[in-house]
């Protein structure tokens, strides 16, 4: 797995949208913020297009995508915001020239699409937070800095009642269910085998929470992986006629039959607190009983 240099002051990164929508007053305090570190920013030349609801047409964010990852004096490209998009983009990019001259991507929610492709090509990827939320949580966006210039450390969460404890060390891979769960079969499929998956998501009925973890068991990505690590499952939804099940419970009961260990309420995903994870990276997980330890 090839890692990317990591960031230096003066170095530039390109920020771009690949998905939703976002207008010059949202992103403002980002850029700012970035240029604080000793960042150069640049926009992507159509960052703040509009096409319902996304950030300009496809043709339009594949031409943003494009030049982010081929310019080489870029160092990071960072995704402004999330909601859905990103996955009419993926067959018309090139990424012959990303491949020679690596760089971090930087993004979670519908930026899974990417984090699965770049995966695919064995270069690391940050699953962290993004522009749209920088002003929302000061250590997430603290995580995110400290990983683009080399200073990861260890993550040390108290420990939740539906844990199963061990240990486990391989690299750690994933992202959005949802994103997960719709790749599964395409071009850019995630193989899980022997690395530890982490997974959240957002605004989801629970009986699809049900039916998305059976398909990961059934098309036997749940099987042989050395551990899973559960984010925020955020804002759960119910039918009238209750499902039964919380989230945690529905994973858990997907997982019951392995021998791997499993950590919930991991800080990461749709919340506030969203803690930035190298993807792509060998990781130890240590699920004990009065804590959890994630160290690179």
Same mark, same amino acid.
């Given at each position: 797995m090839?890692?990317?240099a990591y960031l230096?002051?003066?170095?530039?990164?390109?920020?771009i949208?690949?998905?939703?929508?976002?207008?010059?007053?949202?992103?403002?305090?980002?850029?700012?913020?970035?240029?604080s570190?000793?960042?150069s920013?640049?926009?992507?030349?159509?960052?703040?297009?509009?096409?319902?609801q996304?950030?300009?047409?496809?043709?339009?964010?594949?031409?943003?995508?494009?030049w982010?990852?081929?310019?080489?004096?870029i160092?990071?490209?960072?995704?402004?915001?999330g &909601?859905?998009?990103?996955?009419?983009?993926?067959?018309?990019?090139?990424?012959?020239?990303?491949?020679?001259y690596?760089?971090?991507l930087?993004?979670?929610?519908?930026?899974?699409?990417?984090h699965?492709?770049?995966?695919?090509? &064995?270069?690391a990827?940050?699953?962290?937070?993004?522009?749209i939320?920088?002003?929302?949580?000061?250590?997430?966006?603290?995580?995110?800095?400290?990983?683009?210039?080399?200073?990861?450390?260890?993550?040390?969460?108290?420990t939740?009642?539906?844990n199963?404890?061990g240990n486990?060390?391989?690299?750690?891979?994933?992202?959005n269910?949802?994103?997960?769960?719709?790749?599964?079969?395409?071009?850019?499929?995630?193989?899980?085998?022997n690395?530890i998956?982490?997974?959240e998501?957002?605004d989801?009925?629970?009986?699809?929470i049900?039916?998305?973890?059976m398909?990961?068991?059934?098309?036997?990505?749940?099987?042989?992986?050395?551990?899973?690590?559960? &984010?925020?499952m955020?804002?759960?939804?119910?039918?009238?006629?209750?499902f039964?099940?919380?989230?945690?419970?529905?994973i858990?009961?997907a997982?019951?039959?392995?021998?791997y260990?499993?950590?919930?309420?991991?800080?990461?995903?749709?919340i506030?607190r969203?803690?930035?994870?190298?993807?792509?990276?060998?990781?130890?997980?240590?699920?004990?009983a009065?804590?959890v330890?994630l160290?690179?």
């Open positions: 090839t890692i990317p230096q002051k003066g170095d530039t990164v390109a920020i949208a690949t998905a939703r929508k976002i207008s010059q007053e949202e992103i403002q305090p980002a850029v700012t913020f970035l240029e570190c000793g960042l920013v640049l926009l992507g030349k159509n960052i703040f297009a509009i096409d319902n996304y950030a300009g047409t496809t043709a339009q964010r594949i031409e943003d995508l494009q982010a990852f081929n310019d080489p004096k160092k990071a490209i960072i995704i402004a915001r &909601g859905y998009g990103t996955v009419k983009l993926i067959e018309h990019i090139d990424l012959t020239e990303f491949k020679k690596p760089k971090w930087v993004g979670y929610s519908d930026v899974t699409v990417l699965s492709a770049i995966h695919n090509i &064995g270069i990827s940050l699953h962290a937070t993004m522009p939320n920088f002003t929302k949580n000061e250590e997430a966006t603290k995580s995110l800095i400290d990983s683009l210039f080399g200073k990861s450390n260890a993550i040390n969460i108290e939740s009642s539906f199963k404890l486990s060390k391989a690299t750690l891979v994933g992202g269910l949802s994103l997960l769960f719709a790749l599964n079969g395409t071009i850019i499929d995630l193989d899980t085998t690395k998956l982490f997974i998501d957002l989801e009925y629970l009986y699809h049900d039916r998305m973890m398909q990961l068991k059934l098309s036997g990505k749940l099987k042989n992986l050395k551990g899973l690590i559960v &984010g925020g955020t804002d759960m939804k119910d039918n009238t006629v209750p039964g099940k919380t989230a945690e419970e529905i858990l009961d997982v019951k039959d392995y021998n260990p499993v950590c919930f309420n991991f800080p990461a995903g749709h506030d969203n803690l930035a994870l190298c993807f792509g990276k060998e990781v130890s997980l240590n699920v004990n009065d804590n330890i160290n690179y």
